[in-house]
């Protein structure tokens, strides 16, 4: 959920005389908290050999993450990305829920003896062959990514249960930093208001329109069980994180009115389900062409 938040109106007016420095201003103060995080890690006595970097679904990780390698590759270090998603287990190894789903969401479904072994190998030789999951299939490839390191490579290890404990003491390294990112910024006027969660699924409702030809029904069908797994496996260990991330951007809702409207004008969105949508009728549109290429929002909205 949102700590706080902004004032559309404010926002409006400030696009309204000058967006362009708007735009800016909030990819400035985003990439800030990346290298205020960076200056950090880099000064922690004794080292940080894992930067473990998790949040919850649509909050900006996997950018977050890429941005601290550069920033890190930038500063002098040799920086290596593992995603954690590659461990997950293939469809037909996850334990079935009491329900008759199949489990997609606990930290059962990532290969905790696999992770271990590779790291085990990486630490040890320098060098390791890592799996490679395939999302459609549902199938994991073992051997599929080869890994190398160095003595002094900082390991960036992104996905959404990496905070756990659980899977934290599986990969035998113990100067690490934990890095939650969420978007903690909401939106409000006078009656309406939108919290962090929530722009989650905006969010994700944008890149499943764009991107999967997943319509937002079924994308609002899968957020409730979304958000409890959220609930139950990852917002637990956000309070134990060194490091919190605010990934939320002040010209959001401009970027995204036109894609949310045009679901309200073909049936697929609804105000009265969502009350809170009626904000992006307020919202300055903002000129996606302004938008940098190396943003965050790469990852809801096809920026050109």
């Not at 939106?187 to 699924?201: H, K, M, P, V």
Request: net charge positive; charged share 30%; aromatic share 8%.
């Amino acid at each position: 959920m949102a700590k706080d938040f902004v004032s559309l109106k404010e926002v409006n007016r400030e696009i309204k005389k000058d967006q362009l420095k708007v735009i800016r201003d909030a990819e400035s103060r985003y990439r800030g908290q990346l290298f205020e995080l960076v200056n950090s890690i880099l000064e922690r006595k004794g080292g940080v050999k894992l930067v473990l970097v998790a949040g919850p679904s649509c909050a900006g990780k996997t950018t977050s993450a890429l941005l601290l390698k550069d920033i890190l590759t930038q500063k002098g270090r040799d920086v290596c990305h593992v995603e954690m998603d590659n461990f997950f287990k293939s469809w037909c190894d996850r334990k079935v829920l009491p329900d008759g789903s199949v489990d997609f969401d606990s930290i059962d479904v990532v290969n905790l003896d696999l992770i271990e072994k590779c790291f085990a190998r990486l630490l040890k030789n320098g060098v390791a062959m890592f799996p490679k999951h395939d999302f459609v299939s549902g199938i994991n490839y073992p051997n599929k990514i080869k890994y190398q390191i160095k003595k002094n490579t900082i390991i960036i290890l992104e996905g959404i249960h990496v905070l756990n404990p659980i899977l934290i003491e599986r990969l035998g390294i113990k100067n690490y930093a934990k890095v939650y990112v969420d978007m903690f910024t909401g939106f409000r006027n006078e009656s309406l208001a939108i919290d962090g969660q929530n722009f989650r699924l905006v969010r994700r409702m944008v890149r499943d329109m764009s991107r999967r030809g997943v319509t937002p029904e079924k994308t609002l069908s899968m957020w409730g069980n979304i958000c409890k797994a959220e609930s139950e496996y990852i917002a637990p260990f956000k309070e134990d994180a060194d490091y919190l991330i605010n990934s939320s951007h002040s010209y959001e809702m401009g970027l995204y009115k036109g894609a949310i409207l045009e679901g309200v004008r073909k049936g697929v969105l609804s105000f009265e389900k969502l009350p809170w949508l009626a904000l992006f009728k307020e919202a300055e549109e903002v000129d996606i062409s302004l938008i940098p290429k190396t943003t965050l929002m790469k990852e809801f909205i096809n920026i050109d």
